[in-house]
């Protein structure tokens, strides 16, 4: 009897201990993540534009939110400033036209092209500018490959295909196979189009070879768009039926181009067509910002150490032009919900005392080109070799419970084996990329930390549904990506992504307290900037 007392007492005990100390975990919650999103994607948001009333709005609910939680200025304020340059262009007094030698392509703005400067300066013109398609546009020594072949493409505008060069030789893939490397994203094109002196550049877009449809990008030039890392009179996007024009002119056909352009012999060839264009540009500069918060850690010998998680809060504004009277871009999935989500982590940590600080980043600015989380990586407010790893959020999981869970970044690095053992602890197979030739891995903030060597993990979302869905998600999202239409939805149900969230947390919170900092994998190909960053021998 009295065994059965001490032990009914300790039980007891133990009771009361987890009610007192209740998990952090259960601090991320789908009621309160959506509570967030209804602010954030709210019409008077305007669809947070970077440098945007609307995104000052937002900034500061994000500000009070972390302030809320208990998360400390990481300097002086909430708020890093971030300086940008917008550039609009005049769409009613802009033109272009693409002749070739059986007259003018039947060009159709924003429907089957797009097009916009990058040469900050308000007024651009070309006048029958040979069209020169130079294939993937790829140089890449290590496979010993160059699209080029020394040619001078100088004053030229540069026609390129999206993706990497499915190129296997003595059954090694030279690229990445179905994975997209940074040759195959649209970034790098333009990049080499300026690299060769080139008046400007043209993607052609195909679905299988952007894995998203033309809508997404059809009306970049109509937008307001953010200086990068290149300065081109003219850059656009051209569909797939209008490249057969150009093709069949060539005496082939857009496959004919693949095929031909999948060569090593492959070298530039003139197209036979002509740019003609006269593009007018408002050039802005604004002031945009990131918020930032931290938690600081309690061992003193790794609260010096950072784990920074991240969200970009921005999104496409709005759009006066627009048919129909729904003018705003909520992004409400994209990605209000992943601001919403790193606010819930940072909920769950200022409740778990992790051994090293937890910075939470809300960025400006990645529509526009990861300009936001650049910024924070180029300057951070902390020492970037105390910057040890990086978990991004972006349009997380949003259709409810998954028998899964996926990261890209999983087979990358350290956290990627932590991410799967606690998935596993919970029931959960752990998956990676869903869909590798997206090239996903560049193409949110994560990769402005894994640049600089910093390894990283973006969280994605999982496929086998507890619940069958009545709908496809994939179509949903193609429906939805980059439409004033991403709002909060009936479909929506979002205890899968505070499932998703905790598993997030818990794996972040493993690395917060682990005696050692992850690393890349042996191998990888951001690991010797990981060594330069921190010091390692080779």
């Not at 910002?289 to 709005?318: C, K, S, W």
Request: charged share 25%; with cysteine; proline share 6%.
């Amino acid at each position: 009897m009295q065994r059965q007392f001490v032990a009914a007492l300790a039980t007891a005990i133990a009771l009361a201990a987890e009610a007192c100390n209740p998990d952090p975990a259960d601090r991320i919650t789908a009621d309160g993540m959506m509570a967030d999103v209804e602010v954030l994607a709210a019409d008077s948001m305007e669809g947070r534009s970077p440098g945007s009333s609307g995104e000052a709005r937002a900034v500061r609910y994000i500000a009070q939110r972390f302030q809320e939680i208990g998360l400390e200025p990481v300097g002086d304020s909430y708020f890093l400033p971030v300086e940008l340059v917008g550039m609009q262009k005049d769409i009613e007094r802009s033109s272009l036209t693409i002749r070739g030698p059986r007259g003018p392509l039947p060009l159709d703005n924003d429907r089957n092209i797009t097009y916009w400067s990058t040469a900050e300066r308000e007024v651009v013109d070309l006048a029958n500018v040979p069209i020169v398609f130079v294939g993937y546009g790829v140089e890449a020594p290590e496979h010993d490959w160059d699209d080029f072949k020394g040619e001078d493409l100088s004053g030229k505008v540069l026609l390129f295909l999206n993706n990497d060069p499915p190129v296997e030789e003595n059954g090694v893939e030279l690229f990445g196979g179905p994975a997209r490397t940074y040759y195959g994203r649209w970034t790098y094109k333009f990049e080499q189009a300026q690299e060769h002196g080139a008046a400007g550049a043209i993607v052609i877009h195909t679905t299988e070879s952007a894995s998203y449809l033309f809508s997404v990008i059809g009306n970049t030039g109509s937008r307001q768009v953010w200086q990068r890392t290149y300065r081109l009179d003219f850059l656009s996007w051209i569909d797939s039926t209008t490249s057969e024009r150009i093709a069949a002119s060539m005496g082939t056909s857009l496959t004919g181009l693949f095929e031909m352009a999948a060569q090593r012999e492959f070298r530039p060839r003139d197209t036979g067509f002509r740019v003609t264009a006269h593009i007018e540009t408002e050039i802005e500069r604004v002031e945009a910002e990131n918020v930032a918060g931290v938690i600081r850690g309690r061992d003193p010998t790794l609260a010096d150490q950072y784990i920074v998680f991240t969200a970009h809060h921005d999104h496409l504004g709005m759009n006066p032009d627009l048919p129909g009277e729904d003018k705003i871009y909520n992004g409400a999935l994209d990605n209000s919900l992943g601001v919403a989500g790193i606010t819930a982590v940072a909920q769950a940590f200022a409740a778990a005392t992790p051994r090293r600080s937890i910075t939470i980043v809300s960025v400006t600015a990645e529509e526009g080109g990861l300009l936001g989380s650049s910024a924070f990586v180029e300057n951070p407010p902390i020492p970037r070799s105390q910057i040890v790893a990086n978990f991004n959020v972006d349009s997380p999981q949003v259709f409810g419970v998954t028998n899964d869970i996926a990261a890209i970044g999983i087979e990358m690095n350290t956290i990627g084996a932590t991410f799967s053992t606690v998935a596993e602890e919970h029931g959960l197979t752990a998956k990676g990329d869903p869909n590798p030739n997206a090239g996903s891995f560049y193409r949110s903030d994560q990769v402005s930390f894994a640049k600089a060597g910093i390894p990283a993990l973006y969280l994605q979302r999982g496929t086998e549904y507890v619940e069958p869905l009545r709908f496809d998600p994939d179509e949903y999202r193609q429906q939805h990506y980059h439409q004033v239409t991403d709002e909060i939805r009936p479909e929506w149900d979002l205890e899968g992504t505070a499932r998703d969230l905790r598993i997030l947390f818990e794996t972040a919170l493993r690395v917060a307290n682990a005696d050692d900092a992850p690393r890349w994998v042996p191998g990888h190909e951001f690991e010797e900037e990981w060594k330069a960053l921190y010091g390692r021998e080779p």
